[in-house]
């Protein structure tokens, strides 16, 4: 329940859970969703850009990098703005880098070019993930898990609805035309609703962390060696994730099948993913961060397995589904542990170090296994890297599950 007046007086005092709680999170999935564009819209024109530029698949891999790369520093960069001065100023400046980045990229006459302004768009679309985990984790308690997969969710709703739709405009009026009113759309709508999002939070748009929940376990290590740890796991689980979620529409193509039924996997995959992240957040209130990245890794792994037995057309589709359905919680689960065991008044930044981890991975895992392609003539060896990447996020989620059970949960947070 809202109480009439806060402390001061003058604005009304927000509570934990609330109503209001879950209007600010319905606006925070619809942001996520439009920003995260910047993910994957590269993925479906990869093929296209290839052949325009006379590149390699490898060097044309180089434009997801770069918005990796964007997307983590920008996930740092819009975290440290969020703890300072809130959310809506994290996101307004998500909004000008996309429009900027995607005006620039639908009128780049090289590929350098194209590629560089990719960073612009990663470093935008990084205001709409990250942050707004973080943010979300702060308006709930009993339902923590639940919110911040929620927020995350607007990512692979995105990926869901994008790629079908990036693929269509290509198709119909050309990549260029398509990034020049992708650019247009985002800077409109993002702020309609974030504008409403900062009606929603009335005064509170600079949020005081200090009534946050304190955190529910103790590990006993540092908060930068956690934080360490938490990003080598979280590359190696990218480097895993990037190769069916970069590759998969050039990978179609080669088998023979089109590019448009690899934006469909992506699209399938992306939508069983949503699927993976709310239902990881009722597990993640349940049994914890950790067991639950856990639990998806080890699920990960397995879907990539497959991936290097079966390459029919209605085998891949299933495959992807499957590994959407495993994976999808992964990446937010990151966050609720650095809320389950980190101060709230540095959790964005602390997640945003996180993400940047993760895309760093994700860059990674895009470029390399491009470069595998290249150097083999298939995707085989890719998928085995992969293997080997998430065995580490294994291993080190096995020995914080070790050290969370020996530890108690923390009663008080100075």
Known sequence: METPLGKTGKTPAFTLDSRQAWVRLGLALVIGSIGSVGMWSVVVV???????????????????????????????????????????????????LI??????????????QFIALHFLIGAGASATFGPL?????????????????????????????????????????????????????????????????????RGHAATSHAAAPPPKIDLQLPTNTLTALLCVASIACCVAMAMPQVHIVAYCGDLGYGAARGAEMLSLMLAFGIISRIGSGFLADRIGGIRTLLLGSVAQGVALLFYLFFDGLGSLYVISAMFGLFQGGIVPAYAIIVREAMPAREAATRVGLVIMASVLGM????????????????YAAAFV???????????????????????????AMA
């Open 46 to 96: 990869l093929p296209t850009v290839q052949a325009e530029f006379a590149a390699s698949r490898g060097a044309a891999s180089l434009a997801f990098t770069m918005a990796m790369l964007g997307f983590g520093l920008g996930g740092v960069a819009t975290g440290k703005l969020t703890d300072r001065f809130g959310i809506v100023a994290a996101i307004g400046s998500g909004i000008a």
């Open 99 to 112: 429009a900027l980045g995607y005006a620039g990229a639908g009128l780049s006459t090289s590929l350098w």
């Open 133 to 201: 985990m973080a943010e979300a984790s702060h308006w709930f308690e009993r339902y923590r898990g639940l919110a911040v997969t929620i927020a995350a969710t607007g990512n692979y709703l995105g990926g869901t609805l994008w790629p079908p739709l990036v693929n269509w405009g290509s198709a119909t009026i050309g990549w260029r035309a398509t990034h020049l009113l992708i650019g247009a759309f985002c800077a409109v709508s993002m702020t309609l609703v974030v504008l409403l999002l900062r009606a929603q939070m």
């Open 363 to 378: 860059s990674f895992g895009g470029w390399i296994s491009g470069v595998i392609f290249d150097a083999t003539g298939s």
């Open 385 to 411: 890297n992969g293997m080997a990447w998430n065995a580490l996020n294994v291993a080190i989620m096995l020995m914080l599950l070790l050290r969370a059970r020996r530890r108690g949960p923390r009663v």
